[in-house]
């Protein structure tokens, strides 16, 4: 019942970037707003960044200006640019509905080393 399938994560120097892209498995996404969570072992899962169905955009303070979401809904799929890692960056990467909640997907790692 996995709806998104999460890739692009990967091994990373601050300051460098990443692209990482998530899949829906239906056409319910383009009715949706998407969004893009992390979660570090131990702690709790964070919305980083979200988009809505026209494209409005929102980012948690701690990536603001230096993530950017995008979508394409003829593909059903979501993407995140992420630019200037920081180690503290480093988690697992999901994507989910934020206000309809479904099943998480296996996420993506996301590694920013020092």
């Known amino acids: 019942q996995v709806h998104f399938r999460e890739s692009g994560g990967g091994l990373v120097q601050a300051g460098g970037s990443l692209r990482l892209s998530c899949v829906a498995s239906g056409r319910t996404f383009i009715t949706k707003t998407v969004?893009?969570?992390?979660?570090?072992p131990g702690e709790e899962r964070e919305l980083v960044a979200r988009i809505s169905r026209d494209g409005d955009t929102t980012y948690a303070d701690s990536?603001?200006?230096r993530f950017t979401i995008s979508r394409d809904n003829a593909k059903w799929t979501a993407s995140l640019q992420m630019n200037t890692l920081k180690t503290e960056d480093t988690a697992v990467y999901y994507c989910n509905y934020p206000f309809a909640?479904?099943?998480w997907g296996q996420g993506t790692q996301v590694t920013v080393s020092s």
């Open 35 to 40: 969004g893009w969570y992390r979660q570090v």
């Open 63 to 65: 990536v603001q200006g």
């Open 101 to 103: 909640v479904t099943w």
